[in-house]
């Protein structure tokens, strides 16, 4: 896992699955406990980085001390093909601070 500061950090991690792999939902886990927008995401990117797609997002709207779930489901299943993407789970938010954590994610695929 990465973390990239600026205007808007980010908590970045590299998706490493087999080819074929399916994936179907990605679940993230976090607390914002400030209101603000934390946000995720499921991305593929060109080897060369000049293309990149989302897959699928989610959002958290409303304050809560607890930690959540956020279920981000790509319209479709994205297969997997290493050879041409790189794919990779991301977190952001325009508000940082002591009230938001970004705990981790769990990834729903089928084997290929």
Not at 10 to 39: H, Q, W, Y
Not at 42 to 48: I, L, V
Not at 70 to 78: E, I, L, M
Request: proline share 8%; glycine share 10%.
């Amino acid at each position: 896992m990465e973390w990239v500061s600026g205007a808007d950090p980010v908590v970045a991690a590299r998706l490493d699955l087999p080819d074929g792999a399916e994936v179907t939902k990605v679940d993230f886990f976090g607390i914002d406990n400030t209101g603000g927008l934390l946000s995720f995401g499921f991305t593929s990117y060109s080897p060369d980085g000049g293309f990149s797609q989302s897959h699928a997002t989610a959002n958290s709207t409303a304050a809560s001390a607890a930690i959540r779930t956020f279920t981000a489901t790509p319209t479709s299943p994205v297969t997997i093909v290493n050879d041409q993407r790189a794919y990779g789970l991301s977190a952001t938010t325009s508000s940082p601070g002591p009230n938001m954590l970004f705990s981790g994610a769990r990834v729903f695929f089928t084997p290929p």
